[in-house]
């Protein structure tokens, strides 16, 4: 298990180091001058050449890029027009928001967190909650309307349903305020009601693929021998398919919700463009735009590091519901 | 946006599928494992209905400029004297009338019917594009994975990892304009095929990774069998074993994968026009349309409308029949 651990957190480290290196080349290397934007208005030929010269942009690729690493693990000296000292999960410094990047990102983060982790809450309850019924309920009315639900959520766009939830319920009926965002330990009711149309949409789409996959995978179970055996000893249907039958079809799940929700922490791009909430998909997003380069970097860091860490997390959450797994 | 649906269908069908061409008893008469899928297909109604949506969704983007002559007015024709002074369409539902099926852009004034068929045409052609290509890639990579393992294996998994790692919208964002910028200058106005050039190769650069992972397992899982062994021991060469040993044995997932790729890649094109790359003003696409079409929410409803719901008439076909057609390929699927 230690050595499954092991190994599997180096290849989550190179896989980080690959997209760093793979993201830094991709907009340092490609044609555009990255200094174009950073220097959003009255632009002279001094003035460009004074970032070029802070940024380091003269320096070789290489120490450019092993000055960035730094930065994130211990920190660096930043220009005087940079902020000075840049602490140590250092992301660097953007001319266009003229701010730290850490400072950007650590006011951005918790939006998309308050939005994905609600959320995924939601759908995983929605979908595999959907899954089980119809499978238990396999052929009857409540099972179609289950895989039709399912198939409607699969098939739709999340901006087209975020229109149609906007259009009905702030603008018509005005039971919602618009949506925002406010911190959770600020106003819980604000934060909840400012955010519940964008929890319902994702959670909407999403749960239909854990529907009908929970379902496929729990009929599948239904008909082994150990479900048989345990109602055969007289176990109680809610213990057999609550607790046995469940974790053994649960974990495909387990692997599709990691890389989803991994995926959605980096940044729910559309949903966050759809209602307006400035989180780590938008400033991403607006980033590109404005050729903001070091806040680019940062966020599709960050969204990697989701990733990846979900994966290992999977892998971990294997082992605790597959006793197989553990011993490999 | 992952292109995580897929990836369900692909665990499902590793976990679901253990023998895909199982050998059946048809009575007298003898079938091909492939005439058995067509006649449960035909049994289907769900899948013949999906299917015969699909048929004439492709014909309508085939045969888009017919459509145009028929209906009398073409994509980039405006209606300026319908719309009233602040360019919002005159009359019910965004200027709906019988000369113009779905009413009217505002602002432009251009018809919105036929400004659909033609971003029918657009979204499809992508789709089918990109869906071919990494089709073409996640076989060829998952089943050198699958097949040969070791170093091979360990290597294309973890571009796989990588692949997924990336975040595909934010890459995407970044590297369409940047790519555009190479080939084309400042303010040169950019063809609309080299627009969807570039959309399909973003696809095809982080679409695959589903497929391959789906053929891997499904090759490992052949690997052992006694086929193999007996093809390897009468000293198949590497191609023979890829193409005439392994593939014709797991075509069944694959096909399936692709008809639910397809959809995938039509919202992955409307997603990305939605946030602002993807193709200019001057191509149609359904993407576009609604990313347009947003900022008349409150005031021109139906402009929102009939893009949104043609694009989910598309996609929820696609599944359908994708789904259908994974039923009436595995037998012993659950439904």
């Known amino acids: ?328 | 946006m992952s292109l995580s649906p897929v990836e369900g269908v692909a665990l499902a069908e590793i976990e679901s599928s253990g023998d895909p061409a199982a050998p059946e008893r048809a009575g007298v008469v003898g079938r091909s494992p492939g005439q058995l899928a067509w006649i449960r297909l035909r049994r289907d109604r769900t899948a013949m209905v999906s299917g015969a949506m699909l048929i004439f969704f492709l014909l309508l983007a085939l045969a888009a400029p017919l459509v145009e002559m028929a209906y009398g007015i073409g994509p980039r024709q405006q209606f300026q004297h319908l719309l009233d002074g602040f360019g919002m369409p005159l009359g019910y539902a965004g200027g709906v009338t019988g000369e113009h099926w779905f009413g009217l852009e505002p602002g432009l004034g251009r018809d919105i019917f036929i400004r659909l068929i033609y971003g029918l045409r657009t979204s499809l052609f992508i789709a089918f594009a990109a869906a071919l290509i990494t089709a073409t890639i996640g076989i060829v990579l998952g089943t050198l994975a699958g097949y040969l393992g070791g170093w091979l294996d360990a290597v294309i998994n973890w571009i796989t990892d990588l692949t997924l790692a990336m975040p595909f919208l934010v890459i995407a964002l970044a590297l369409t304009p940047t790519l555009v910028l190479r080939f084309y200058g400042e303010r040169e106005q950019v063809s609309s095929a080299f627009g969807v050039g570039v959309l399909i190769g973003v696809f095809a650069i982080f679409g695959w990774t589903s497929t391959a992972r789906l053929v891997r397992g499904q090759v490992i899982a052949l690997r052992e069998r006694e086929f193999v062994e007996a093809a390897r021991a009468s000293g198949a060469g590497l191609g023979h074993m890829l193409f005439r040993q392994l593939l014709p044995n797991i075509w069944a997932p694959i096909l399936v994968s692709f008809s639910l790729a397809v959809p995938q890649f039509i919202t992955s094109e409307a997603a990305l026009s939605f946030i602002g790359v993807g193709l200019s003003d001057e191509t149609p696409s359904f993407g576009r349309m609604i990313y347009d079409s947003l900022d008349y929410l409150q005031t021109d409803p139906a402009y929102v409308f009939f893009p949104g719901i043609t694009i989910f008439a598309l996609v929820f076909a696609f599944n359908l029949f994708g789904d259908a057609l994974r039923d009436a390929l595995d037998p012993k699927s659950s439904r």
Not at chain 1, 221 to 231: I, K, Q
């Open chain 1, 1 to 328: 298990m230690a050595r499954f651990l092991i190994k599997r957190i180096f290849s989550a480290t190179l896989t980080l180091f690959a997209v760093s290196v793979l993201t830094f080349l991709m907009f340092f290397a490609l044609p555009r001058d990255p200094v174009t934007g950073m220097c959003p208005k009255n632009c002279n030929p001094e003035r460009l050449e004074r970032v070029r010269e802070e940024l380091g942009l003269r320096d070789p690729l290489i120490s450019q890029y092993a000055g960035y690493m730094k930065g994130i693990v211990t920190g660096r000296d930043l220009g005087s027009a940079q902020g000075g000292r840049c602490d140590a999960p250092c992301l660097g410094w953007s001319y266009v928001t003229n701010e730290a990047v850490s400072d950007t990102i650590g006011r951005v983060l918790p939006v998309t967190l308050s939005i994905v982790i609600p959320a995924a809450v939601l759908w995983l309850l929605l979908g595999v909650g959907l899954g089980m019924i119809s499978a238990l309920r396999r052929g009857t009315w409540l099972d179609r309307l289950a895989i039709g639900f399912s198939l409607t959520g699969a098939s739709l766009q999340l901006y087209f349903v975020g229109a149609v939830l906007l259009l009905v319920f702030v603008y018509n009926l005005r039971l919602l305020p618009v949506p925002s965002y406010t911190p959770l330990f600020e106003n819980p009711l604000k934060w909840a009601s400012g955010l519940v149309l964008a929890w319902v949409s994702l959670a909407f789409l999403f749960s239909a693929i854990y529907a009908r996959l929970s379902r496929a995978q729990m009929l599948e179970t239904l008909s082994e021998d150990f479900v048989r055996t345990a109602r055969a000893k007289g176990l109680a249907k809610p213990k057999v398919y609550g607790r046995h039958a469940l974790r053994a079809a649960i974990t495909p799940v387990v692997t599709i919700a990691g890389l989803d929700v991994g995926g959605a922490l980096g940044g729910t791009v559309i949903t966050e463009t759809t209602f307006g909430i400035q989180g780590l998909g938008r400033t991403a997003v607006d980033a590109v735009r404005s050729g903001d380069l070091p806040t680019i970097m940062a966020t599709v860091l960050i969204a990697a590091v989701f990733v990846v860490l979900a994966n290992v997390l999977v892998d971990l959450l294997y082992a605790a519901i597959d006793p197989r797994v553990r011993l490999r």
